[in-house]
């Protein structure tokens, strides 16, 4: 029997190894003019090319099966095409139209590779185009370009992304398809991952636990790395932005290359910021933070799979604005001396597929260690803990048609708490937790306009954790706990293309959270507040339903979303109404029974007559209530945002310029948790300008913008520091400076 396996999987491989793919094509406009330049990319094997200036391409070592190909020209809308490839060349000759509309992209959030048109649940994709996206020092604020997305922040270096409502850890965050783990508990911990290195930003709205469990009740966030160069190029760049609001400096370079089976590419970024400035010209006292970044990959890709390593180093450097540092800094500085926060994180990611006959194996696993630091006084270390993380995953691409996908798949993750060097403050006890996942998932197509999509999967998850101090000691004696969690989730839901240009999506998903150690075992003072957690509870439970039309023409198009998430036993921190000896306020962890519901719309028009102008508007709205009819903490104001931008291929000096006028208007927020207060509603005033300068045959990209220019004095709803009465970001203005080589 043994003699049989190894003669079967000799004859796949042999197969595999055999089969001479190619596709070779040529890419042309409406009017049948070569396109020089032409992106072709396969997402699965992560290799691409580009047109020659003929418009001809080559892509050569492909796997047999069914691959999808995408096809991009800037101002020229995308293709995707599906083909099946069975050992022959193939020809595929490619005509793309130009639009002024942003066009649907191959995303891999889902599941799989698809577009986003294909999947039952909304993908959003944020473009990090330096002339689209928003300046600013910190990089969550760009993600709130998106309608649905929100940020709590305290201050321009610690920032947490919001998601309809739900935040910390009801949002799960991936670094390029990596479960992130860097003590996300908390809204005074950072987001940790910079923008550099990353080409855009895949965001989930909504429960997304079939596919990534726990932690993925609000959405997912899931920042994917940039492509490798073209085959037989070398190609990099150089970063520089200058902010005026917090005198803040980031350097970023880049450099990457690949030949027809092997890529890599290395980059290395810094940024130093001084306290910033609220509106009205007042500094944030040790609201400074400094960063420095290396990252690295290599990867070699043939017709039997594509392997990929990752290496991701951040270090951060983050003041805290707590009443002990208000008080003892007096000038405003870029250096951490005292009350800060230090996060050094390294990530080691190993992501592997392999093409086996018609069956796709994706094979990943990562290690990720976080050490987190709180100083006080200089040189005096509050707490050192070190988080240790190993995640694994193994899916299995069942043979499928152009109309189909059937995945089955197993996920896990081991990771361990350590407190060090016996600390003054232990936040969190020395723990152990281990999660185990087994899923499926399949999607099929009826009459090329019907899709449908749906899966269950099932996930064990155990905690343990350690005994700190001594029974006898009833305040600060915490019992060592042993907690098991079993869930099932799954999502059933569909997508109809009506026609070309409309397209109607529904979706239900069931989703699940385990309590997270810090609202297990707190049990000390946190910054402002202590905080005591409670081993009792139970895992939150959501059930949402999602329902979205999309309609788009050559110059317009409209998206209306919206949704009602019911969680059942829904965890948060509230005041107890007491304080501690020494005055500090009290909260503990609790759980009740809550519903959120909103939605978003979004209208953007490129008039035919005026080709050169772009308009685009977007609301969101989402309210979240307890059972009792309190509200929930942390849930962000109705919001509007409005942009008018114009483009012109060649403005005096400049090409492909552009110049952008943004506003954005937070209504008032009545509706507060019992700890919160109500916040006024604001309007901010953005521009930005900019385009590309030919030096030679080298394009330099430069842009100014001024965020808050009016200098408006406001407070967010979700900004931590309305606890110490500070204000927001006060008028900033941008320098950003991309040189490509």
Same mark, same amino acid.
Not at 458 to 461: E, F
């Given at each position: 029997?043994k003699?049989?396996?190894?003669?079967?999987?000799m004859?796949?491989?042999?197969n595999?190894?055999n089969?001479?793919?190619?596709?070779t094509g040529?890419?042309?406009?409406?009017?049948?003019?070569?396109?020089?330049?032409?992106?072709?990319?396969?997402?699965?094997?992560n290799?691409?090319?580009?047109?020659?200036?003929?418009?001809?391409?080559?892509?050569?070592?492909l796997?047999?099966?069914k691959i999808?190909?995408?096809?991009?020209?800037?101002?020229?809308?995308?293709?995707i095409?599906?083909?099946e490839?069975?050992?022959?060349?193939?020809?595929?000759n490619?005509?793309?139209?130009?639009?002024?509309?942003e066009?649907?992209?191959?995303?891999?959030?889902g599941g799989?590779?698809?577009t986003?048109?294909?999947?039952?649940v909304?993908?959003?994709?944020?473009?990090?185009n330096?002339s689209?996206?928003?300046?600013?020092?910190?990089?969550?604020?760009?993600l709130?370009?998106?309608?649905?997305?929100?940020?709590?922040s305290?201050?321009?270096?610690?920032?947490k992304?919001?998601?309809?409502?739900l935040?910390?850890?009801?949002i799960?965050?991936?670094?390029n398809g990596?479960r992130?783990?860097?003590?996300?508990?908390?809204?005074?911990?950072?987001?940790?991952?910079?923008?550099?290195g990353i080409e855009d930003v895949?965001? %989930? @709205? $909504?429960?997304?636990?079939?596919?990534y #469990?726990?932690?993925a009740i !609000?959405?997912?966030? /899931?920042?994917i790395?940039?492509?490798?160069a073209?085959?037989?190029?070398?190609?990099?760049?150089?970063?520089?932005q200058?902010?005026?609001n917090?005198l803040?400096m980031?350097?970023?370079l880049g %450099? @990457? $290359?690949?030949?027809?089976?092997?890529? #890599?590419g290395?980059?290395? !970024?810094q940024?130093t /910021?001084?306290?910033?400035?609220?509106?009205?010209?007042?500094?944030?006292?040790?609201?400074r933070?400094?960063?420095?970044?290396i990252?690295?990959?290599s990867?070699?890709?043939?017709?039997?799979?594509?392997?990929?390593l990752?290496?991701?180093?951040n270090?951060?450097?983050?003041g805290l604005?707590?009443?002990?540092?208000i008080e003892e800094?007096?000038?405003r500085?870029r250096?951490?001396?005292?009350?800060?926060?230090?996060?050094?994180?390294?990530?080691l990611s190993s992501q592997?597929?392999?093409?086996?006959?018609r069956?796709k194996l994706?094979?990943?696993?990562?290690?990720?260690?976080?050490?987190l630091i709180?100083?006080?006084?200089v040189?005096?270390?509050?707490?050192q803990?070190k988080?240790?993380t190993l995640?694994?995953?193994?899916k299995?691409?069942?043979p499928?048609?152009?109309?189909?996908?059937y995945?089955?798949?197993f996920?896990?993750?081991?990771?361990?708490?350590?407190?060090?060097?016996?600390?003054?403050?232990?936040?969190?006890p020395?723990?152990?937790?281990?999660n185990?996942?087994?899923?499926?998932?399949?999607?099929?197509?009826?009459?090329k306009?019907?899709?449908f999509?749906?899966?269950?999967r099932?996930?064990?998850?155990s905690i343990?954790?350690?005994?700190?101090g001594?029974?006898?000691?009833?305040?600060?004696?915490?019992?060592s706990?042993?907690?098991?969690?079993?869930s099932f989730?799954?999502?059933?839901?569909?997508?109809?293309?009506?026609?070309e240009?409309?397209?109607?999506?529904?979706?239900?998903a069931?989703?699940?959270?385990?309590?997270?150690?810090?609202?297990?075992?707190?049990n000390?003072?946190?910054?402002l507040r202590?905080?005591?957690?409670?081993?009792?509870l139970?895992p939150?439970?959501a059930?949402?339903?999602d329902?979205?039309?999309?309609y788009?023409?050559?110059?317009?198009?409209?998206?209306?979303a919206?949704?009602?998430n019911?969680?059942?036993?829904?965890i948060?921190?509230s005041?107890?109404?007491?304080?501690?000896?020494s005055?500090?306020?009290?909260?503990?962890?609790?759980?009740?029974n809550?519903?959120?519901?909103?939605?978003?719309?979004?209208?953007?028009?490129h008039?035919?007559?005026?080709?050169?102008i772009?308009?685009?508007?977007?609301?969101?709205s989402v309210?979240?209530?307890?059972?009792?009819?309190?509200?929930l903490?942390?849930?962000p104001?109705?919001k509007?945002?409005f942009e008018?931008?114009?483009?012109?291929?060649?403005?005096?000096?400049l090409?492909?310029?552009?110049?952008?006028?943004n506003?954005?208007?937070?209504?008032?927020?009545n509706n507060?948790?019992?700890d919160e207060?109500s916040?006024?509603?604001?309007?901010l005033?953005?521009l930005?300008?900019?385009?590309?300068?030919?030096?030679?045959?080298?394009?330099?990209?430069?842009s100014?913008?001024?965020?808050?220019?009016?200098?408006?004095?406001?407070?967010?709803?979700?900004s931590?520091?309305?606890?110490?009465?500070?204000?927001?970001p006060?008028?900033?203005i941008t320098l950003s400076?991309?040189i490509?080589?």
């Open positions: 029997m003699n049989i396996f190894i003669i079967c999987f004859v796949i491989m042999y595999t190894i089969a001479q793919n190619k596709i040529k890419i042309t406009d409406q009017d049948n003019l070569p396109l020089r330049g032409a992106t072709i990319f396969i997402p699965d094997m290799k691409g090319t580009v047109s020659n200036n003929n418009g001809n391409y080559e892509l050569l070592n796997p047999k099966g999808k190909i995408q096809f991009s020209f800037l101002g020229y809308t995308n293709r095409e599906t083909v490839l069975n050992g022959k060349s193939l020809e595929l490619i005509k793309l139209k130009q639009t002024s509309i066009a649907e992209e191959i995303v891999i959030s799989y590779n698809s986003q048109h294909d999947n039952a909304k993908i959003d994709v944020l473009k990090l330096l689209e996206i928003k300046s600013t020092p910190n990089f969550s604020e760009v709130t370009q998106v309608p649905g997305v929100d940020m709590i305290k201050g321009s270096g610690v920032s992304p919001v998601i309809r409502g935040s910390m850890n009801d799960l965050v991936l670094n990596v992130f783990e860097n003590y996300q508990y908390s809204s005074h911990h950072p987001l940790g991952i910079d923008e550099f895949e965001i %989930i @709205k $909504g429960p997304a636990s079939l596919l #469990g726990s932690d !609000g959405g997912v966030i /899931n920042f790395k940039e492509k490798p073209p085959i037989g190029r070398i190609i990099g760049d150089y970063n520089m200058l902010f005026s917090t803040g980031t350097n970023n %450099i @990457k $290359g690949a030949s027809k089976k092997f890529f #890599g290395f980059r290395v !970024g940024k /910021n001084a306290d910033f400035l609220q509106g009205g010209g007042a500094f944030v006292p040790n609201s933070f400094n960063e420095l970044s990252k690295a990959n990867g070699y890709t043939d017709k039997i799979g594509t392997f990929k990752f290496y991701d180093f270090n951060q450097k983050l604005v707590e009443d002990e540092a800094i007096t000038k500085g250096e951490n001396k005292i009350w800060y926060q230090e996060l050094n994180t390294h990530l592997n597929k392999l093409y086996i006959g069956y994706d094979v990943n696993s990562a290690y990720q260690n976080t050490e709180h100083f006080g006084e040189g005096i270390f509050e707490i803990m988080l240790a995640t694994y995953e193994a299995l691409h069942l499928s048609k152009e109309n189909s996908e995945i089955i798949g996920q896990g993750f081991n990771q361990t708490n350590t407190n060090l060097n016996d600390r003054e403050t232990k936040l969190l020395d723990a152990a937790t281990n185990y996942s087994a899923f499926c998932l399949l999607q099929y197509t009826f009459f306009k019907l899709k999509q749906t899966g269950v099932y996930d064990y998850k343990s954790t350690h005994a700190i001594l029974p006898t000691d009833t305040i600060t004696y915490r019992a706990i042993d907690k098991y969690f079993g989730s799954g999502s059933f839901g569909a997508t109809y293309n009506f026609s240009k409309l397209l109607f999506r529904a979706n239900f069931a989703a699940y959270r385990t309590p997270n150690l810090a609202e297990l075992t707190s000390g003072q946190h910054e202590y905080e005591i957690g409670d081993h009792d139970v939150e439970n059930y949402e339903t329902l979205s039309i999309h788009h023409k050559d110059n317009f198009t409209i998206d209306i919206g949704f009602y019911i969680v059942s036993n829904y948060f921190i005041p107890t109404g007491d304080t501690t000896n005055g500090i306020n009290i909260f503990r962890y609790k759980q009740a809550s519903f959120l519901f909103g939605g978003e719309a979004g209208l953007h028009v008039p035919k007559s005026i080709k050169w772009h308009f685009e508007t977007t609301f969101s309210i979240g209530k307890q059972e009792n009819g309190n509200y903490p942390f849930v104001a109705h509007l945002h008018l931008r114009a483009e012109k291929e060649k403005l005096l000096f090409q492909k310029t552009f110049i952008s006028i506003t954005c208007t937070a209504l008032d927020q507060a948790a019992p207060t916040t006024k509603g604001y309007t005033l953005d930005s300008v900019g385009g590309n300068i030919k030096m030679k045959n080298q394009f330099i990209f430069l100014i913008s001024a965020n808050n220019i009016l200098d408006k004095k406001y407070i967010d709803h979700l931590t520091l309305k606890e110490v009465n500070l204000y927001n006060g008028r900033n400076l991309k490509p080589f």
